[in-house]
């Protein structure tokens, strides 16, 4: 039966043993605490020279002593542990390190997975080598263990992500999400920076990003522990911008399209680590010393790193497995910022389209005051359909048009800035408004693929002081006069355009001096789980000032009736006589 391997914390004791005995001078006891130990124990001098190395470390390794004594770390299968050797002499901060294999052709090969602790030993405060504890050794049957155990956590981690992170298109929600996410399991400090979405291409995960020079990135996430939080108030927050020195882990990272990781940090290894001052001073504030910069790339381009930091002595750094973790969780992650992004473009592009499709009604007869507006939805980046406009007509008549096509985004816009101009062609043969709608009705569903729009047309005739409406399931216009009750006209109601029913009609209403008449879409007076007529006796309850110019009037119905975050688009259109 083999003896069962000591814990870190019975290598440790034999290590400070060992120390004391080498301290004493007392070969005898040397051998006795050291020659016979169950843990492999082999020690190294200030020339990273194997100079002792006892049974059980030789037993364990595989390796004979001719394979190690008197010869330098590098000419030994231990060669890929050199680079820690040396930061263990040079700080005196016990690091671990698994060995993966013979460090040459020839060497016997070290057993797979062997966990080794390497520890700086003084005697009489004088540096004089090292000391090499085998912790652990991972026999084919427990690794396998191991493995199955750790592929379980990571798919239980991931499966956790993907309900969590995500959860909107929206960006800075997703990237927060991110951060809060990783900070609860992997790391007490976590930032998440994207890159402008028009900076060049950088590297991605194929490797080889070749730009010089970064651009600003923006803070999209920030997650802390609490007791990081208090001493990290100098870190950019979310909303603000960052630029990353040349040379620092970000910045690396996102040239070459892959993680760096920087474990155990002397304090020159984190000046040379952290991304600017603000995050260096942040850092030694914290007492971090283990940092992991994950690109986070989505379709072949990175976008932007998420840092993640841990603090001294909260663990012996990322280990590969976490590294593997974290790669997973950030490509995951970038997917849905992506997604995210493209979605915000997308709507951008309509955005734009619908004010500059709206900015500038067609010009009124001068006998007619008009202000409009038009306000995105305020709780997401989705563009609806509405529209407005006005049509010149003879005889001092002037055509009011708001419209509403069904649906959000890209196609809405379009298929609205393709009503308007029909609706201006079929306005121009001067017909009336229910005639003008049965013909955009027959025209809209010709197309199979067009979207329905409700519709209203309001005809001014100042000459004849009357107002002729006509509606294509459309809310009814306002009515709003000096020292009287807003009124909700009546209007003769058809179908929505594009159903080919028809069906339409017109009725009238005395045009008055100082009357305004209030067109606008649903999104001014409809609510979420509200009835239509408790919303429209919102509208009828407003007393607006009429006296004054439109937009004021426009001001204050918005503020009476728009809630902090508008539930959908809302235009609106408001016109008065002029007096004589």
């Known amino acids: 039966m083999h003896a069962e391997v000591p814990g870190p914390a019975a290598a440790d004791a034999l290590i400070d043993a060992a120390a004391a005995a080498l301290a004493t001078g007392s070969s005898d006891l040397l051998r006795q605490v050291v020659g016979f130990a169950p843990v492999g124990l082999a020690l190294l001098d200030t020339e990273l020279r194997w100079q002792y190395a006892n049974a059980a470390f030789t037993r364990t390794t595989g390796l004979q002593p001719a394979d190690l004594i008197g010869k330098p770390v590098a000419a030994t299968p231990f060669a890929a542990a050199l680079r820690t050797l040396h930061r263990v002499l040079d700080d005196g901060r016990p690091r671990e390190l698994v060995t993966e294999g013979p460090a040459h052709p020839g060497a016997t090969p070290a057993s797979p997975g062997l966990r080794t602790r390497y520890q700086r030993l003084e005697i009489g405060g004088r540096v004089a080598g090292v000391i090499a504890a085998v912790l652990d050794i991972a026999e084919p049957q427990k690794q396998q263990q191991h493995d199955l155990e750790q592929a379980n956590a990571r798919l239980a981690i991931l499966d956790a992500a993907a309900e969590q992170i995500g959860t909107t298109l929206d960006i800075d929600t997703t990237c927060a999400e991110l951060a809060d996410f990783a900070v609860r399991r992997l790391a007490e400090l976590v930032t998440v920076d994207l890159l402008p979405p028009d900076a060049p291409a950088r590297g991605s995960t194929s490797g080889g990003g070749t730009h010089s020079g970064l651009p600003r990135l923006r803070r999209t996430g920030l997650a802390r522990t609490p007791e990081v939080r208090l001493r990290t108030d100098g870190l950019a927050l979310p909303g603000e911008s960052v630029r990353y020195r040349e040379g620092s882990a970000v910045a690396r990272s996102l040239e070459t399209g892959r993680p760096v990781v920087a474990n155990l940090l002397s304090e020159d290894e984190l000046s040379r680590t952290a991304m600017d001052h603000r995050t260096l001073e942040a850092y030694r504030a914290a007492g971090i010393d283990s940092v992991l910069v994950v690109p ?122 393709n009503y308007r101009s029909m609706l201006r062609y079929v306005a121009a043969m001067d017909l009336p408004p229910h005639r003008i709608l049965r013909q955009l009705d027959a025209l809209i569903s010709e197309d199979e693929s067009a979207r329905p729009a409700t519709c209203l047309l309001a005809l001014a005739d100042p000459a004849r002081s009357r107002w002729t409406l006509s509606s294509a399931g459309h809310l009814p216009p306002a009515l709003i006069a000096p020292d009287r009750p807003t009124e909700l006209i009546d209007v003769p109601t058809g179908p929505p355009l594009g159903t080919g029913l028809g069906g339409y009609e017109q009725g009238t209403r005395e045009l008055l001096p100082g009357q305004v008449l209030l067109l606008y879409t649903d999104g001014l007076v409809e609510r979420r789980d509200e009835d239509i007529d408790v919303s429209l006796a919102r509208l009828a309850a407003l007393r607006p000032p009429t006296a004054g110019d439109l937009d004021g009037l426009l001001d204050a119905v918005l503020h009476g009736l728009t809630p902090h975050a508008a539930e959908d688009d809302i235009a609106l259109l408001a016109a008065r006589v002029r007096p004589r």
């Open 296 to 417: 986070l790339a989505a379709r072949g381009h990175v976008i932007g790193a998420m840092v993640l930091a841990r603090a001294r002595g909260s663990s012996p750094g990322f280990t590969d497995d976490e590294v593997v973790l974290i790669e997973d969780l950030a490509g995951r992650a970038a997917i849905s910022i992506d997604n995210a992004r493209r979605y915000a473009r997308s709507q951008g592009i309509a955005l734009e389209l619908q004010r500059a499709l709206l900015a500038e009604p067609g010009n009124p007869h001068p006998n007619l005051e008009l202000a409009s507006r038009y306000l995105p939805s305020g709780t997401s980046s989705v563009v609806g359909g509405d529209w407005y406009e006005t049509v010149r007509l003879p005889f001092g008549r002037t055509l009011l048009v708001m419209g509403d096509v069904m649906g959000h985004g890209v196609e809405a816009a379009v298929d609205m800035s």
